[in-house]
């Protein structure tokens, strides 16, 4: 059965001996889909991390970049990541540390906040999406104009520049 996915202090994951663990049925808020996100996810407390495993899947409509028709494409995530806990410095200064140059960034979330798994699932799956969408292989590309024809008709407002020699490219009535 599917699990609601709101938010849920770290304590409540820390005081879970197995963490916790979301069977994943639903759609996720700024991200339309044509079925519901479906999978599971797991998060556990490590005590100065989160560890979260995760397997969804859904599918999107996308407009080809290309020639701007619609298609779907299945979006799906597997994977894990461990998001560092900040606690509270004793002396009541910035928990969070000065990143010098070279230092890996890394995702952090304080001690006494909620963890939002909606919100992490939305991200994964984002970070899934193309740059660039190609409907495939055999995308055609935009639609060509039609090739002008000598027999089309010319505007009659055009006839004074076209005894000059000085038309422009479309200036027929088709």
């Known amino acids: 059965m599917a699990t609601r996915l709101v938010p849920v202090p770290l304590r409540e994951i820390a005081q879970a001996d197995e963490g916790r663990h979301w ?3 639903q759609r996720l808020e700024g991200i339309e889909t044509l079925t519901p996100v479906r999978g599971s996810l797991t998060a556990r407390h490590l005590g100065s991390a989160l560890e979260l495993d995760a397997d969804v899947e859904t599918i999107v409509t996308l ?3 290309r020639c701007l028709n619609r298609f779907n494409r299945s979006l799906c995530f597997r994977g894990r990541e461990l998001i560092a806990i ?7 200064g910035d928990p969070w540390p000065s ?3 070279g230092d890996e960034l890394i ?3 304080g001690a006494g906040e909620r963890f939002d798994p ?11 999406l193309a740059v660039v969408n190609r409907c495939g292989e055999e995308c055609t590309g935009p639609p060509q104009p039609p090739e002008p024809t000598a027999a089309r ?4 407002r ?3 520049l076209a005894g000059l020699g000085l038309l422009p490219e479309d200036t027929g009535d088709g």
């Open 107 to 109: 995702e952090r979330i």
């Open 86 to 92: 900040e606690s509270a410095p004793a002396g009541g």
């Open 118 to 128: 909606a919100q992490w699932l939305f991200e994964q799956l984002h970070l899934q």
């Open 99 to 101: 990143w010098g140059e």
């Open 63 to 65: 407009r080809c970049d």
């Open 153 to 156: 008709r010319l505007d009659p």
């Open 23 to 25: 069977i994943v049925d």
């Open 158 to 160: 055009w006839q004074a």
